[in-house]
């Protein structure tokens, strides 16, 4: 394999790493960006015990993203890095208090201590998945690059663009926290949560188009990808796409509502209600178009407006040594992955934390 | 303006990295070697059916979910530390150190993450031996998790297995070399049995303090938990210790060969000699290029680091000044604050064989206070030792090859200075709290039926009432107000 092939490898490994991060991650952040509109405190630890398995693991894939972009495209690193400064050290901050939160809420013995690290769970939340989104407009737009190195200043970043895809991604992580709680769940906080899904899939769906409208405007690379024949055959099923899977999410909510109705019993526990897990798989598939959307965009640049994936890769070797390990290892992660979510699969029980 | 009394941006920088590192690596080197024993403590549960096992296990359990998600969170802050603050590194080191962090990644955190839920939470809902696999992989995970990333570490202190590109980067030329580059072995496990051996100082504190504080029961005996945790953390003082000491011997002449400045740095010598003085105390002087008041023991130095008393040391001064490490006192005494705990601990130790030995391990209450008054002595050692072996490499980041001061990024100093700022208020906020989470959860005693980390309810076996943790009405009124 050339040393092309091998970097156009690895940026479609790292795509999906940080795909998964924002999948995974994204319905973990969500639950604490619905935190002030899930007050009770059982309804809470309800949500809170949905993820809590899971979601060191979910956080891994960011880690994984930071670390294989170190060792496969370093340039990229190193400037991208730098010119995100502000936003990257401020989303680790909240996921710093996202993450010791799900320890400390229940090593909580006092009822003020309990209130303070719901609130250090949810502000995370929201600085964690703020800046993600800020850091992923602040990168769209492009980055000063000289001589290998950043070469803008430490608030480049900010702009209305970025700040619009900030605010765009909390609503897009709320709408997965929701789905995501419409599966796990059920009873009041099913109910609740099925409203929230319907609210925050408008707002996501409202952003969607904007961020859309304005993408093109940022860079003529990116106008000519949407509107040029005949790259627009390619681009155009995304769109067209996402009205179709936005229509079968609310019609999932609906046929879910009904028969959260029907149902009289409890459902046993480890029962999968897949009717139940459809919104959520709806909402995946309008990350994933969303996704797509940018990559089609932003290909096969990696630090717009210049450095291709190309340009930014590590020497072969480098490639190849780790690409050694990822293509038997991550088969294996998911793999294991994928156990522990069985193994603590169908409906959360209410005051049984983790059965 | 205000900002210009700040410090360089690349003190801020350095600064920064030392306290994130230095922060985060307390978590690790207790975690790693707690995996391991709650790995046997289940073992030995599963092994002997001894239900008093699992109680310790389960202890341990809840202390070590609040560590490690201390140790996840402030890890994931140092994966991004090198291109944040030291881009101009990350850029020329990444084809070689970068593939070596991914495979940290790939073998280690999955693997911890992965099975981490399993063992907190998977207790009585997968079968005992599933879940002894889990814990087994947990602990599996954090040695690998060292492994990779102190071959990064060592890579950095002795450079193999590369050439240098036209453009200044590093470019691997055998990936053997590079991983297993001459200071990694004896690196690797000089740092393992010093997280061992800060697990032990911890446990064996907190099991004496209970067993100072606990009535004995109607037959005369104190409390078996504690019992337990006491003694298997005097054996592994007893038994590691007197290695730690060995491994340590290694390193140094790793170093002498490989870096003697940091070597004359830690021995306080400025001037090269033979039959060199072994210096305990005294006062190194950057200024004047001499050690002031020092206290020695005549050939001990060269008997040490060449086995022989006329071995030729070399002196700080047989060098340039540019490539001496920038703070000479730093590195003196941490190197001395180790190897003082160090002491201490062989000392622990051996004291504990000699009263086991008569029957008396848990029945002298001096006995006792000390190994209490040892509880932080690891986390203090090991973190003194990295001091040591990372200041005393100064002023490079790959050593004798790229400089610090041309490895950082190009960041201005306020956004440095406001970076810093947060993260010593967050950090002491946060862990801080955390920390003390772990002494309420240290200062109940270990008890039969012992509560996993989520109350009885989550792990309760079959036939166990469960009852509340905690006062279930107060907590439900806890609703916060929004």
């Keep these: 394999m050339s040393a092309e092939t091998v970097a156009t490898i690895w940026a479609f490994i790292i795509a999906f790493a940080v795909f998964l991060y924002v999948c995974m991650d994204g319905f973990d952040l969500g639950l604490g960006i619905l935190f002030p509109w899930v007050s009770g405190r059982d309804e809470r630890d309800l949500a809170v015990n949905t993820v809590a398995p899971v979601w060191d693991g979910n956080e891994t894939w960011l880690v994984l993203g930071g670390a294989g972009l170190f060792g496969v495209f370093p340039l990229a690193y190193a400037t991208i890095l730098p010119a995100l400064y502000m936003p990257l050290i401020l989303m680790l901050l909240g996921l710093i208090f996202r993450g010791v939160s799900f320890e400390m809420r229940f090593r909580s013995e006092t009822p003020t201590q309990l209130l303070w690290w719901d609130r250090a769970f949810s502000g995370g939340s929201y600085v964690a998945a703020f800046f993600q989104g800020v850091a992923l407009g602040a990168l769209v737009q492009g980055v000063r690059v000289e001589d290998r190195a950043y070469a803008g200043g430490w608030w480049d970043w900010l702009s209305p663009f970025s700040v619009l895809t900030g605010v765009a991604l909390l609503a897009g992580y709320g709408l997965l926290g929701a789905c995501w709680l419409v599966w796990k769940t059920e009873g009041g906080l099913q109910e609740q949560s099925r409203k929230l899904a319907r609210v925050f899939s408008f707002l996501t769906l409202g952003f969607i188009g904007l961020v859309s409208l304005i993408m093109p405007f940022l860079m003529p690379e990116f106008r000519a990808r949407w509107f040029d024949f005949p790259a627009i055959l390619l681009a155009l099923p995304v769109p067209v796409l996402v009205v179709v899977l936005a229509w079968r999410m609310f019609r999932a909510l609906d046929e879910s509502g009904r028969a959260a109705l029907a149902r009289t019993e409890p459902t046993p526990p480890g029962h999968v209600l897949w009717e139940d897990g459809l919104p959520f798989l709806c909402a995946l598939g309008l990350f994933f178009l969303a996704y797509t959307g940018l990559g089609i965009s932003m290909w096969p640049l990696i630090v717009p407006p210049e450095i291709t994936i190309w340009d930014a890769a590590a020497p072969r070797s480098s490639q190849v040594f780790v690409l050694v390990g990822a293509a038997f290892l991550i088969p294996i992660i998911l793999a294991y992955t994928g156990y522990t979510y069985w193994l603590f699969r169908g409906k959360i029980q209410p005051g049984k934390g983790y059965h | ?482």
């Design chain 2, 1 to 482: 303006m205000l900002w210009d009394a700040l410090p360089s941006a690349l003190d801020l920088a350095r600064f920064q990295f030392a306290f994130t590192v230095t922060f985060h690596f307390l978590f690790p080197a207790f975690t790693i070697g707690l995996a391991s024993y709650l790995a046997v403590l289940e073992g030995l549960w599963l092994w002997t059916g001894r239900e008093a096992y699992l109680d310790v296990f389960r202890y341990w359990l809840k202390v070590f979910a609040v560590a490690f998600a201390m140790g996840v969170v402030s890890g994931l802050v140092m994966s991004y530390q090198f291109g944040t603050n030291w881009s101009a590194f990350a850029d020329r080191t990444g084809p070689v150190l970068g593939p070596v962090m991914a495979y940290e990644v790939l073998t280690a955190f999955f693997l911890e993450a992965g099975f981490l839920g399993v063992m907190l939470f998977g207790l009585g809902r997968v079968g005992n031996r599933l879940h002894f696999a889990a814990t087994c992989l947990v602990a599996t995970g954090t040695l690998i998790s060292g492994f990779w990333i102190l071959s990064a570490n060592s890579w950095m202190h002795t450079p193999a297995g590369f050439s240098i590109g036209p453009d200044g980067r590093f470019m691997p030329e055998d990936w053997w070399a590079i991983v297993f580059n001459p200071s990694f072995p004896f690196r690797y496990l000089h740092t393992m049995t010093g997280a061992f051996l800060t697990t032990a100082m911890i446990v064996g504190a907190v099991g004496a303090y209970h067993l100072l504080r606990e009535r004995r029961d109607i037959l005369g005996r104190k409390n078996e938990r504690a019992r337990i945790m006491f003694s298997m953390a005097m054996w592994m003082a007893a038994a590691v210790a007197p290695a730690q000491a060995l491994f340590g011997d290694m390193q140094g002449l790793w170093a002498l060969e490989h870096q003697p400045q940091k070597v004359a740095a830690m021995e306080g010598h400025w001037e090269t000699q033979r039959g060199a003085p072994l210096i305990l105390f005294g006062m190194p002087d950057m200024q004047r290029e001499e050690t002031r008041l020092a206290v020695e023991i005549p050939y001990l130095g060269s008997l040490i680091l060449r086995h022989s008393l006329d071995g030729e040391i070399k002196g700080l001064k047989d060098f340039p000044v540019d490539q001496r490490p920038t703070n000479v006192p730093l590195v003196f005494w941490s190197f001395r604050t180790m190897v003082g705990i160090g002491t201490l601990m062989i000392a622990l130790g051996a004291v504990s064989l000699l009263l086991r030995w008569r029957g008396q391990l848990y029945e002298k209450p001096w006995f006792l206070r000390w190994a209490v008054a040892m509880g932080p002595s690891g986390l203090v050692a090991v973190t003194a030792g990295w001091i040591t072996t990372e200041a005393g490499r100064q002023p490079f980041t790959v050593y004798g090859l790229m400089r610090t001061a041309d490895s950082v990024s190009p960041i201005a100093a306020p956004a440095l200075a406001t970076s810093l700022a947060l993260f010593v208020v967050v950090y002491f906020v946060v862990f801080g709290a955390g920390i003390w989470y772990l002494f309420r959860l240290f200062g109940h005693a270990p008890e039969p039926h012992e509560e996993g980390p989520r109350g009885h309810e989550a792990l309760r076996t079959a036939g166990i009432t469960p009852a509340p943790a905690v006062a279930p009405d107060a907590m439900r009124d806890a609703r916060p107000a929004e």
